[in-house]
């Protein structure tokens, strides 16, 4: 089973914790097995101002864990106690994946797992990171990175973002989408890098939600940016701007990741051939379906079956 623990620390933060902890720490029977979860710190800690948390004493939990993951911090100009960067300087000798949670990015930086590799936090702090640890490549458009083993997220919404695309790197993107359907969060916002990627859920109440649904149940169709701006009644300048506001991105990029998001699915929930699967998702050929694929998701689309059928 893959064991998570979440290290608290005095100054570490409630809404992020608790993200991991909805992620990670409540088996909703969704895959089997699901993470076996431990909140390890001080004997209790206190949560931003709010909440005051029991924990197993200390950090040894952490010596045996797969995934560790380090919240963000209240004050990013304090040093991050010892006992803390210790911990995870050993997880990381041994190989264990770590994430950071928004300014939890400051305890890794602290502890020099992000020396030469690119990271994110909150946009507001990347300034400071970037100054405070020259020898970390500072990124703060994206919403996470994944640096396998080390991974780090920006600020609170994008805390979600990164612990989804770990449960989709685990256990695939069906059972993501299911967790987000249950969290009532939308399964994928691009982290900005190559991943295992599904599809942004419509936005309730956005200007496009029709027709990002209508073209969700037309991807087997040759659509087009003109046919989506007719069926919006909108030009094709004034949708590309509603879609770069709403989805991060441009129509025809959105299509594409539907279109790989639709794949993906039937992938791991379908027998379908390779060509049928590039017919139902609007790829045309199975050469062009492992094209984009591979160069999107990392991986030939016979590799990812059979990673996540057997799962």
């Known amino acids: ?57 200390g950090y ?8 560790v993951i380090v919240p963000s911090c209240h004050d990013v100009d304090a040093e ?8 995870l300087r050993a997880a990381h000798a041994r190989g264990a994946r770590i994430m950071s949670l928004c300014t939890g990015a400051f ?23 970037a100054g ?22 920006a600020g609170k919404a ?3 973002d990164l612990c989804l695309h770990v449960v989709r790197t685990d256990h695939g993107a069906a059972v993501a989408n299911a967790l987000a359907r249950t969290l009532v969060v939308p399964p994928h916002r691009s982290g900005g890098q190559a991943q295992f990627i599904t599809a942004p859920s419509p936005v309730a109440g956005n200007p496009l939600e029709t027709v990002m649904r209508w073209a969700i149940e037309h991807l087997d169709r040759p659509l087009t940016v003109r046919e989506l701006a007719a069926r919006a009644s909108m030009s094709t300048r004034n ?32 027998d379908a051939g390779i060509d049928q699967i590039a017919e139902r998702t609007g790829m045309g050929t199975a050469a062009t ?23």
């Open 1 to 57: 089973m893959r064991s998570v623990v979440l290290a608290l620390y005095e100054g570490a933060m409630l809404f992020e914790a608790a993200t991991a902890i909805e992620v990670f720490g409540v088996d909703r029977e969704l895959a089997r097995p699901w993470y076996e979860f431990t909140v390890c710190g001080p004997r209790a800690a206190w949560l931003g101002e709010l909440a005051h948390v029991s924990t197993s004493a």
């Open 60 to 67: 040894g939990p952490i010596r045996d864990a797969h995934t």
């Open 80 to 87: 991050p106690p010892a006992a803390v960067v210790a911990a």
């Open 107 to 129: 305890v890794l930086a602290a502890a020099g797992l992000l020396d030469g590799r690119r990271a994110t936090t909150h946009w507001a702090h990347a300034e400071q990171l």
């Open 132 to 153: 405070r640890y020259p020898r970390v490549e500072v990124d703060a458009t994206v919403l996470y990175v994944d640096e396998e083993p080390i991974l780090t997220s």
């Open 158 to 160: 994008a805390c979600m």
């Open 239 to 270: 949708l590309a701007r509603h879609f770069v506001a709403t989805t991060g991105t441009t129509p025809l990029r959105w299509l594409h990741n539907q279109r790989l998001a639709l794949a993906q699915e039937l992938l791991e929930t379908t």
């Open 289 to 311: 379906l492992r094209r984009h694929f591979n160069r999107v998701v990392g991986v030939a689309p016979d590799h990812y079956r059979r990673t996540f059928r057997t799962r």
